[in-house]
């Protein structure tokens, strides 16, 4: 196994470490005869520390940085331009190693702030209202590129460490079509060596991959469980989320049921507000009976639309009529203000190619000296 690990370390010389968890910069500290310990150090360099740079490990022995330097990099996605929103949220486009792009929101309000972060270049599951379907799935992010965005971001808005920071996996792609490298970013994410942000904080939100959602019920340490319902019956949610042919809502909710939760804990459903095709009050009263049962809390999210797509959002009254049926059924419902409409980084927006025009070059968003 070890001989094996060698190998392939030294045919791939200019590997990227950025994303490699303990267990296997401890492999990679011994296959360069160092003692394992060694590992750990680097993994709290990357990630605690951040250092971005093998030279700045200045903790680790100079003959063990300069074959580390010889052989490996250190890199993570490269913000590429920002659109800073009136309400305080920036949406940043990044680019990954072979050019591709993805996009991170950051979102501060008074106590925390939240960052919604992508886990695949586009996405494949093809709903019918969300800008992202629009650009199909390219592939799926790697763990150092999820770990990574959330780096590149608290160090470009300054968020000092320890504070409280919300991660949500709803910007671009389906996370439990990624489970393995989003489970893999969340351990480095939340490893108190690592960025040691609270895993209680960070959200899954899923359209509803029912057997990905039994496989994370099994992870031993995991995210909150988000669902994106939608709909109230089978024939709607079809009819604006395919992926409900293959997994329909009766299985769905059973996989939610089954979920472990801990004292505190809720399943979340989302509920994006389509004018006229799943906002009435009977809607309301059938996602209320769908989800008796569940310890959980409905976000109602007011749509946000754009000329590709053919829906509209509910209005403002109807929005609060929904909420209130599910609250006289004692389920509590929220209203999600979605964050930077302005610059089309709210949920469900996230997508490049209708956008360019409204992000701009990271040194044109920068604060500009007085002339
Ligand atoms: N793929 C995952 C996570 C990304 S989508 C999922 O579907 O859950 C994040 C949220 O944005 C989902 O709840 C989705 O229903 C919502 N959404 C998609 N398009 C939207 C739009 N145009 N307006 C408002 N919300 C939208
Ligand atoms: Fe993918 Fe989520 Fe958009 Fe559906 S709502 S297409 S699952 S990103």
Redesign the pocket.
């Known amino acids: 196994m070890k001989q094996e690990f060698m190998q392939q370390h030294i045919a791939a010389p200019e590997e990227n470490l950025f994303g490699l968890d303990k267990t296997e910069l401890e492999q990679l500290a011994l296959s360069c005869g160092q003692p394992k310990f060694r590992g750990a150090q680097l993994f709290r360099n990357l990630y605690a520390r951040r250092v971005g740079d093998l030279s700045g490990c200045t903790d680790l022995p100079v003959n063990f940085r300069e074959v580390l330097s010889s052989r490996y990099r250190v890199e993570y996605p490269e913000i590429k331009a920002k659109a800073a929103s009136r309400d305080g949220s920036v949406r940043y486009l990044l680019e990954l190693e072979d050019g591709e792009k993805i996009e991170t929101v950051y979102m501060p309000d008074e106590r925390r702030v939240t960052l919604?972060l992508s886990?695949q270049v586009g996405?494949a599951?093809g709903?019918r209202?969300?800008?992202?379907?629009l650009l199909g799935v390219k592939r799926n992010l790697t763990a150092g590129e999820i770990v990574g965005q959330v780096v590149a971001v608290l160090e470009a808005q300054q968020v000092p460490s320890g504070y409280p920071v919300n991660l949500?996996?709803?910007?671009?792609?389906?996370?439990?079509?990624n489970l393995a490298a989003v489970m893999k970013a969340v351990r480095i994410l939340s490893d108190s060596n690592g960025l040691a942000l609270a895993l209680r904080r960070m959200t899954?939100?899923?359209?509803?991959i029912v057997p990905q959602i039994r496989k994370l019920a099994q992870e031993p340490a995991r995210p909150k469980l988000?669902?994106?319902?939608?709909a109230s019956s089978d024939e709607q949610r079809t009819a604006l989320?395919p992926v409900n042919r293959k997994y329909p809502l009766s299985e769905l909710l059973q996989a939610c049921r089954e979920f472990p939760l801990g004292p505190r804990d809720y399943v979340t459903f989302?509920?994006?507000l389509l004018d006229g095709i799943n906002d009435s009050d009977d809607d309301a009263r059938r996602v209320a009976a769908l989800v008796k049962g569940i310890k959980c809390k409905v976000?109602l999210?007011?749509?946000?639309?754009?000329s590709e797509?053919p829906?509209r959002?509910s209005a403002l009254g109807r929005v609060l009529a929904f909420q209130e049926v599910l609250r006289g059924r004692d389920i509590p419902a929220y209203i999600r203000i979605?964050r930077g409409q302005d610059v089309m980084a709210?949920?469900?927006?996230?997508k490049l190619a209708s956008t360019e025009g409204t992000t701009v070059p990271v040194e044109a968003a920068l604060p500009q000296p007085p002339a």
Do not use: D, R, W
């Open positions: 919604c886990s996405c599951v709903c209202f969300c800008f992202t379907a949500v996996f709803m910007g671009m792609g389906e996370p439990l079509l899954v939100s899923t359209a509803g988000a669902v994106s319902l939608n989320m989302e509920y994006v976000n999210i007011p749509y946000n639309g754009g797509l829906y959002p979605s709210a949920c469900g927006q996230l």
